[in-house]
Protein backbone atom coordinates (compact mmCIF):
# COMPACT_ATOMS: atom_id res chain seq x y z
CA UNK A 1 0.00 0.00 0.00
CA UNK A 2 1.43 3.10 -1.15
CA UNK A 3 0.59 6.35 1.80
CA UNK A 4 1.70 9.04 -1.09
CA UNK A 5 -1.31 11.35 -2.40
CA UNK A 6 -4.24 9.43 -1.21
CA UNK A 7 -7.83 10.61 -0.07
CA UNK A 8 -8.91 8.67 2.91
CA UNK A 9 -12.22 7.52 4.57
CA UNK A 10 -11.31 7.69 8.33
CA UNK A 11 -12.46 4.92 10.36
CA UNK A 12 -15.86 5.50 12.01
CA UNK A 13 -17.52 3.35 14.76
CA UNK A 14 -21.15 2.20 13.59
CA UNK A 15 -20.84 4.08 9.92
CA UNK A 16 -17.42 2.51 8.48
CA UNK A 17 -19.00 -0.76 7.41
CA UNK A 18 -18.35 -2.23 3.80
CA UNK A 19 -21.29 -0.03 2.58
CA UNK A 20 -20.36 3.01 3.36
CA UNK A 21 -16.79 1.85 2.32
CA UNK A 22 -17.79 1.22 -1.28
CA UNK A 23 -20.55 4.14 -1.33
CA UNK A 24 -16.90 6.67 -0.52
CA UNK A 25 -14.85 4.57 -2.80
CA UNK A 26 -17.11 4.86 -5.58
CA UNK A 27 -17.02 8.13 -5.03
CA UNK A 28 -12.76 8.12 -5.04
CA UNK A 29 -11.84 7.19 -1.74
CA UNK A 30 -8.48 5.54 -2.41
CA UNK A 31 -8.44 3.55 0.84
CA UNK A 32 -10.82 3.12 3.21
CA UNK A 33 -10.26 2.38 6.78
CA UNK A 34 -13.40 0.28 8.59
CA UNK A 35 -14.47 1.01 12.36
CA UNK A 36 -12.31 0.70 14.98
CA UNK A 37 -12.96 -2.94 16.33
CA UNK A 38 -12.05 -3.88 20.03
CA UNK A 39 -9.29 -7.26 19.96
CA UNK A 40 -11.24 -8.98 22.17
CA UNK A 41 -14.77 -8.85 20.42
CA UNK A 42 -12.67 -9.84 16.98
CA UNK A 43 -11.42 -13.15 19.21
CA UNK A 44 -14.71 -14.04 19.68
CA UNK A 45 -15.73 -14.13 15.81
CA UNK A 46 -14.70 -17.38 13.19
CA UNK A 47 -14.10 -16.29 9.28
CA UNK A 48 -17.22 -17.38 7.28
CA UNK A 49 -17.09 -16.74 3.16
CA UNK A 50 -20.70 -16.03 2.50
CA UNK A 51 -21.25 -17.34 -1.43
CA UNK A 52 -24.56 -15.26 -1.24
CA UNK A 53 -23.05 -11.80 -0.63
CA UNK A 54 -20.11 -12.78 -2.26
CA UNK A 55 -18.06 -11.34 1.01
CA UNK A 56 -15.79 -12.71 4.02
CA UNK A 57 -17.59 -12.22 7.02
CA UNK A 58 -16.21 -12.70 10.83
CA UNK A 59 -18.76 -13.47 12.95
CA UNK A 60 -19.38 -13.87 16.10
CA UNK A 61 -19.57 -17.27 17.33
CA UNK A 62 -22.16 -16.50 20.09
CA UNK A 63 -24.26 -14.43 18.77
CA UNK A 64 -23.93 -14.98 15.10
CA UNK A 65 -23.35 -10.82 14.85
CA UNK A 66 -21.60 -9.77 11.83
CA UNK A 67 -18.78 -8.01 13.23
CA UNK A 68 -16.71 -7.15 10.27
CA UNK A 69 -17.75 -7.83 6.48
CA UNK A 70 -15.30 -7.11 3.70
CA UNK A 71 -15.47 -8.52 -0.22
CA UNK A 72 -12.76 -9.38 -2.43
CA UNK A 73 -13.33 -5.64 -4.48
CA UNK A 74 -12.15 -3.66 -1.88
CA UNK A 75 -9.14 -5.83 -0.58
CA UNK A 76 -6.20 -3.46 -2.13
CA UNK A 77 -7.74 -0.62 -0.27
CA UNK A 78 -9.31 -1.39 3.21
CA UNK A 79 -7.35 -0.97 6.30
CA UNK A 80 -8.74 -3.04 9.28
CA UNK A 81 -8.49 -0.71 12.79
CA UNK A 82 -8.23 -2.67 16.30
CA UNK A 83 -8.84 -1.02 19.53
CA UNK A 84 -6.13 -2.95 21.75
CA UNK A 85 -3.69 -2.72 24.98
CA UNK A 86 -2.23 -5.91 24.70
CA UNK A 87 0.39 -6.74 21.61
CA UNK A 88 -0.75 -10.43 21.97
CA UNK A 89 -4.18 -10.11 21.85
CA UNK A 90 -3.54 -7.65 18.62
CA UNK A 91 -1.50 -10.05 16.62
CA UNK A 92 -3.80 -12.74 17.07
CA UNK A 93 -6.59 -10.68 15.85
CA UNK A 94 -3.97 -9.03 12.76
CA UNK A 95 -3.33 -12.87 12.02
CA UNK A 96 -7.34 -13.74 11.56
CA UNK A 97 -7.82 -10.76 9.10
CA UNK A 98 -4.00 -10.53 7.42
CA UNK A 99 -5.01 -12.48 4.53
CA UNK A 100 -8.71 -10.35 3.68
CA UNK A 101 -7.33 -6.56 3.93
CA UNK A 102 -4.58 -4.01 2.61
CA UNK A 103 -3.39 -2.90 6.09
CA UNK A 104 -3.99 -2.82 9.64
CA UNK A 105 -4.41 0.13 12.17
CA UNK A 106 -4.40 0.78 15.68
CA UNK A 107 -6.06 3.12 17.23
CA UNK A 108 -4.14 5.11 19.46
CA UNK A 109 -6.70 8.47 19.31
CA UNK A 110 -10.49 7.50 20.80
CA UNK A 111 -10.97 9.79 23.96
CA UNK A 112 -14.14 7.93 24.48
CA UNK A 113 -14.31 6.15 27.78
CA UNK A 114 -15.62 2.74 26.14
CA UNK A 115 -12.10 3.20 24.40
CA UNK A 116 -9.87 4.71 27.13
CA UNK A 117 -11.66 2.83 30.23
CA UNK A 118 -9.92 -0.29 28.61
CA UNK A 119 -6.54 0.98 28.51
CA UNK A 120 -6.82 1.53 24.69
CA UNK A 121 -7.43 4.32 22.20
CA UNK A 122 -6.06 7.90 23.32
CA UNK A 123 -5.05 5.38 26.66
CA UNK A 124 -2.48 4.28 25.01
CA UNK A 125 -0.79 7.65 24.11
CA UNK A 126 0.81 8.42 27.44
CA UNK A 127 2.39 4.74 26.99
CA UNK A 128 4.81 4.92 24.96
CA UNK A 129 6.21 1.42 25.87
CA UNK A 130 3.42 0.13 25.13
CA UNK A 131 3.02 1.90 21.84
CA UNK A 132 6.82 0.18 20.90
CA UNK A 133 5.20 -3.36 22.01
CA UNK A 134 2.32 -3.45 20.29
CA UNK A 135 3.73 -1.86 16.78
CA UNK A 136 6.89 -3.62 17.09
CA UNK A 137 5.35 -7.34 17.64
CA UNK A 138 3.10 -6.59 14.19
CA UNK A 139 5.85 -5.56 12.08
CA UNK A 140 7.85 -8.33 12.95
CA UNK A 141 5.05 -10.87 12.40
CA UNK A 142 2.75 -9.46 9.49
CA UNK A 143 3.52 -8.85 5.62
CA UNK A 144 1.41 -6.32 4.84
CA UNK A 145 1.63 -2.81 6.48
CA UNK A 146 1.17 -1.64 9.85
CA UNK A 147 0.01 1.78 10.99
CA UNK A 148 -1.52 3.55 13.74
CA UNK A 149 -3.60 6.83 14.17
CA UNK A 150 -2.78 9.53 16.96
CA UNK A 151 -3.83 13.00 18.18
CA UNK A 152 -2.09 15.78 19.12
CA UNK A 153 -0.51 15.60 22.51
CA UNK A 154 -0.56 18.66 25.18
CA UNK A 155 2.72 20.05 23.31
CA UNK A 156 3.86 20.69 19.88
CA UNK A 157 7.09 18.50 21.30
CA UNK A 158 5.67 15.73 23.20
CA UNK A 159 3.31 15.03 20.29
CA UNK A 160 6.51 15.11 17.95
CA UNK A 161 9.00 12.90 20.29
CA UNK A 162 5.62 10.34 20.21
CA UNK A 163 5.52 10.07 16.88
CA UNK A 164 9.31 9.62 16.54
CA UNK A 165 9.37 6.97 18.14
CA UNK A 166 6.18 5.72 16.43
CA UNK A 167 9.03 5.76 13.37
CA UNK A 168 11.26 3.80 14.65
CA UNK A 169 8.88 1.31 14.96
CA UNK A 170 8.89 0.52 11.61
CA UNK A 171 5.38 1.41 10.37
CA UNK A 172 4.13 2.42 7.10
CA UNK A 173 2.43 5.65 7.45
CA UNK A 174 1.12 7.27 10.64
CA UNK A 175 -2.44 9.22 10.26
CA UNK A 176 -2.27 12.37 13.07
CA UNK A 177 -5.87 13.49 14.23
CA UNK A 178 -5.34 17.34 14.23
CA UNK A 179 -6.72 17.58 17.83
CA UNK A 180 -5.78 17.02 21.49
CA UNK A 181 -7.64 14.83 23.91
CA UNK A 182 -9.65 17.18 25.76
CA UNK A 183 -10.73 19.09 21.97
CA UNK A 184 -14.04 18.81 20.99
CA UNK A 185 -14.99 18.04 17.29
CA UNK A 186 -16.46 21.69 16.94
CA UNK A 187 -12.62 23.02 17.88
CA UNK A 188 -10.63 24.28 14.83
CA UNK A 189 -8.45 21.19 14.46
CA UNK A 190 -5.27 22.27 14.49
CA UNK A 191 -3.18 21.79 11.08
CA UNK A 192 0.15 23.46 11.91
CA UNK A 193 0.24 20.91 14.72
CA UNK A 194 0.20 18.00 12.12
CA UNK A 195 2.78 20.17 10.05
CA UNK A 196 5.57 19.99 13.11
CA UNK A 197 4.84 16.27 12.90
CA UNK A 198 5.28 16.04 8.97
CA UNK A 199 8.47 18.61 9.45
CA UNK A 200 10.11 15.88 12.02
CA UNK A 201 9.75 12.58 10.32
CA UNK A 202 10.32 10.73 6.85
CA UNK A 203 7.31 8.16 6.89
CA UNK A 204 3.94 9.27 5.13
CA UNK A 205 1.85 11.39 7.51
CA UNK A 206 -1.80 11.48 7.19
CA UNK A 207 -3.05 14.39 7.95
CA UNK A 208 -6.71 14.25 9.10
CA UNK A 209 -9.00 17.02 10.64
CA UNK A 210 -11.75 19.62 8.84
CA UNK A 211 -12.25 18.51 5.56
CA UNK A 212 -15.56 18.97 4.12
CA UNK A 213 -14.99 20.20 0.39
CA UNK A 214 -12.80 18.11 -2.10
CA UNK A 215 -10.70 21.39 -2.24
CA UNK A 216 -9.75 20.93 1.42
CA UNK A 217 -8.07 17.72 0.64
CA UNK A 218 -5.64 19.86 -1.37
CA UNK A 219 -5.53 23.05 1.25
CA UNK A 220 -4.66 20.43 3.80
CA UNK A 221 -1.80 19.14 2.05
CA UNK A 222 -0.46 22.62 1.16
CA UNK A 223 -0.79 23.34 5.07
CA UNK A 224 0.66 20.58 6.67
CA UNK A 225 2.74 18.90 4.38
CA UNK A 226 1.46 15.82 4.45
CA UNK A 227 1.50 12.92 2.01
CA UNK A 228 -2.52 12.27 2.33
CA UNK A 229 -5.42 13.22 3.83
CA UNK A 230 -7.97 11.47 5.13
CA UNK A 231 -11.51 12.94 6.57
CA UNK A 232 -14.30 11.37 8.66
CA UNK A 233 -17.63 14.11 9.13
CA UNK A 234 -17.12 15.28 5.81
CA UNK A 235 -18.05 12.22 4.17
CA UNK A 236 -20.55 11.36 6.65
CA UNK A 237 -22.13 14.55 5.56
CA UNK A 238 -22.07 13.57 1.94
CA UNK A 239 -19.83 10.92 0.93
CA UNK A 240 -19.26 12.63 -2.18
CA UNK A 241 -16.23 14.53 -1.06
CA UNK A 242 -14.56 12.54 -2.96
CA UNK A 243 -15.52 13.99 -6.17
CA UNK A 244 -12.95 15.87 -7.64
CA UNK A 245 -16.35 17.12 -10.10
CA UNK A 246 -17.73 18.28 -6.84
CA UNK A 247 -20.28 17.25 -4.24
CA UNK A 248 -23.68 15.47 -5.83
CA UNK A 249 -26.55 16.66 -3.71
CA UNK A 250 -27.04 14.90 -0.53
CA UNK A 251 -30.20 13.52 -0.19
CA UNK A 252 -28.93 11.78 -3.75
CA UNK A 253 -26.23 10.47 -1.89
CA UNK A 254 -28.00 9.16 0.80
CA UNK A 255 -30.11 6.97 -1.64
CA UNK A 256 -27.36 5.64 -3.26
CA UNK A 257 -25.93 4.30 0.75
CA UNK A 258 -29.20 2.50 1.32
CA UNK A 259 -28.34 0.76 -2.28
CA UNK A 260 -25.06 -0.08 -1.06
CA UNK A 261 -26.57 -1.58 1.95
CA UNK A 262 -28.94 -3.57 0.61
CA UNK A 263 -26.39 -4.44 -1.43
CA UNK A 264 -24.20 -5.96 1.05
CA UNK A 265 -27.21 -6.98 3.19
CA UNK A 266 -26.25 -4.44 6.18
CA UNK A 267 -27.13 -4.57 9.76
CA UNK A 268 -30.20 -2.70 10.13
CA UNK A 269 -29.48 -0.93 12.74
CA UNK A 270 -25.93 0.40 11.44
CA UNK A 271 -27.77 1.20 8.40
CA UNK A 272 -30.53 3.65 10.26
CA UNK A 273 -27.56 5.01 12.43
CA UNK A 274 -26.05 6.61 9.59
CA UNK A 275 -28.92 7.90 7.66
CA UNK A 276 -29.60 9.48 10.88
CA UNK A 277 -26.32 10.48 10.65
CA UNK A 278 -26.90 12.12 7.20
CA UNK A 279 -30.16 13.52 8.37
CA UNK A 280 -28.96 15.51 11.26
CA UNK A 281 -26.50 17.38 9.13
CA UNK A 282 -28.82 19.31 7.00
CA UNK A 283 -32.38 18.28 8.38
CA UNK A 284 -33.84 17.16 11.42
CA UNK A 285 -34.62 13.04 12.64
CA UNK A 286 -37.84 14.89 14.49
CA UNK A 287 -39.15 15.03 10.94
CA UNK A 288 -41.44 12.42 8.76
CA UNK A 289 -38.89 10.48 7.76
CA UNK A 290 -36.35 10.42 10.66
CA UNK A 291 -39.37 9.21 12.36
CA UNK A 292 -40.45 6.52 9.21
CA UNK A 293 -36.71 5.33 10.01
CA UNK A 294 -36.93 5.21 13.70
CA UNK A 295 -40.33 2.60 13.01
CA UNK A 296 -38.07 0.38 10.57
CA UNK A 297 -36.93 -3.10 12.08
CA UNK A 298 -35.29 -4.56 8.71
CA UNK A 299 -33.73 -3.23 5.87
CA UNK A 300 -36.86 -4.15 3.94
CA UNK A 301 -38.79 -1.55 5.97
CA UNK A 302 -35.63 1.02 5.28
CA UNK A 303 -35.80 0.19 1.36
CA UNK A 304 -39.42 1.11 1.45
CA UNK A 305 -39.11 4.58 3.36
CA UNK A 306 -36.55 5.45 0.30
CA UNK A 307 -38.64 4.23 -2.27
CA UNK A 308 -36.22 1.25 -2.87
CA UNK A 309 -38.74 -1.54 -2.58
CA UNK A 310 -38.57 -3.30 -6.02
CA UNK A 311 -34.62 -2.70 -6.17
CA UNK A 312 -34.43 -4.86 -2.60
CA UNK A 313 -36.68 -7.53 -4.34
CA UNK A 314 -34.79 -7.43 -7.56
CA UNK A 315 -31.50 -8.28 -5.58
CA UNK A 316 -33.00 -10.95 -3.14
CA UNK A 317 -34.30 -12.63 -6.28
CA UNK A 318 -31.18 -12.30 -8.15
CA UNK A 319 -29.21 -14.15 -5.00
CA UNK A 320 -31.57 -17.24 -5.12
CA UNK A 321 -33.40 -15.79 -1.88
CA UNK A 322 -30.62 -15.88 0.11
CA UNK A 323 -29.76 -13.54 3.70
CA UNK A 324 -31.83 -10.84 2.27
CA UNK A 325 -35.22 -13.16 1.67
CA UNK A 326 -35.22 -14.42 5.63
CA UNK A 327 -35.64 -11.25 6.50
CA UNK A 328 -38.69 -10.79 4.05
CA UNK A 329 -40.05 -14.04 5.77
CA UNK A 330 -40.28 -11.60 8.85
CA UNK A 331 -42.46 -9.15 7.51
CA UNK A 332 -45.24 -11.44 5.90
C1 LIG B 1 -19.10 8.88 13.85
C2 LIG B 1 -17.63 8.87 14.13
C3 LIG B 1 -17.02 7.69 14.51
C4 LIG B 1 -15.63 7.65 14.72
N1 LIG B 1 -15.03 6.46 15.01
C5 LIG B 1 -13.66 6.39 15.02
C6 LIG B 1 -13.00 5.13 15.08
O1 LIG B 1 -13.61 4.05 15.08
N2 LIG B 1 -11.64 5.12 15.12
C7 LIG B 1 -10.90 6.29 15.08
O2 LIG B 1 -9.66 6.24 15.09
N3 LIG B 1 -11.51 7.49 15.00
C8 LIG B 1 -12.86 7.56 14.95
N4 LIG B 1 -13.47 8.77 14.79
C9 LIG B 1 -12.65 9.97 14.62
C10 LIG B 1 -12.42 10.25 13.13
O3 LIG B 1 -11.77 9.16 12.49
C11 LIG B 1 -11.61 11.53 12.91
O4 LIG B 1 -10.34 11.37 13.50
C12 LIG B 1 -12.27 12.77 13.51
O5 LIG B 1 -13.67 12.78 13.31
C13 LIG B 1 -11.66 14.05 12.90
O6 LIG B 1 -11.87 14.08 11.50
P1 LIG B 1 -12.99 15.06 10.84
O7 LIG B 1 -12.66 16.47 11.30
O8 LIG B 1 -12.81 14.86 9.36
O9 LIG B 1 -14.32 14.62 11.36
C14 LIG B 1 -14.85 8.84 14.60
C15 LIG B 1 -15.49 10.03 14.24
C16 LIG B 1 -16.85 10.05 13.99
C17 LIG B 1 -17.50 11.36 13.57
Not at 152 to 161: D, H, I, Q, R, S
Not at 273 to 286: C, G, P, R, W, Y
Amino acid sequence: MDYRGKYILAPMVRVGGLPFRMLAAGYGADITYGEEIVDHKMLCCERVENEALGTVDFVDKKSKDIIFRTCDAEKHRVVFQVGTADAVRCLKVANMVAGDIAAFDVNMGCPKSFSTSGGMGSALLDKPELIHDILTTLRRNLNIPVTCKVRLLKTCGETVELSRRIEKTGVSALAVHGRRVADRPRDPANWDGIREVVSALSIPVIANGDVFDYSDFQRMKDATGASSVMVARGAVWNASVFRPEGMLYWEDVKTEYVKRCIEWDNNVHWTKHTLKAMIMHFSNVEFSEGKALTRCKTLAAVADVYGLQSYYRELDVARGGSGLSRELLFLT
